[in-house]
């Protein structure tokens, strides 16, 4: 009988850490961001996460009818770099559960800034960054494409 109730409760215990793996918020995937002007594709490099631009609401510069730019960026070889394919995030590595740390590129502005990344749930994404002490944010959705 004591033999037949330990393995029961070890037969339980892996159920509950596979329901746990398997309802623990992923990063990965596509998100819309908060204003809905961009979708970016999050995906596992590195040791960490990445995340690229894929999609643009207004993905043609009204100004010259050509594909949107980086055209905010100081750097000039990449100011020419188009806003789709742009890489987001730099060296975001894990640092807390469901929470990964590193850069983020803001290209309204051309300038990158300490930010961090947490789940909320399966289905809401906080992106937020910082300059000094003063930090802001914001909700992203996860996209269904």
């Known amino acids: ?17 596979v329901a746990d793996a398997q309802t623990a918020p992923d ?15 999050i995906s596992k490099c590195r040791g960490g ?22 055209d905010k960026n100081r750097n000039p070889s990449l100011a020419k770099r188009p806003m789709i394919g742009l890489p987001l995030f730099q060296g975001m590595s894990p640092s807390g559960p469901n929470k990964w740390s590193g850069t983020i590129y803001n290209a309204d ?5 300490a930010s961090s990344i947490s789940v909320a749930n399966a ?5 937020e960054g910082c300059v000094g002490a003063l930090c802001g944010g914001e909700m992203w959705t996860r996209s269904r494409r």
């Open 1 to 17: 009988m004591l033999v037949r109730s330990g393995f029961t409760i070890a037969i339980l215990a892996a159920a509950l850490s």
């Open 27 to 41: 990063p990965t995937g596509i998100w819309l961001t908060q204003a809905g002007d961009a979708k970016v594709r």
């Open 49 to 70: 996460i990445c995340g690229v631009v894929v999609w643009l609401r207004s993905p043609v510069d009204p100004a010259t009818g050509r594909p949107a730019v980086d």
């Open 109 to 113: 502005d051309g300038n990158s800034y």
């Open 123 to 127: 289905g809401a994404l906080r992106v």
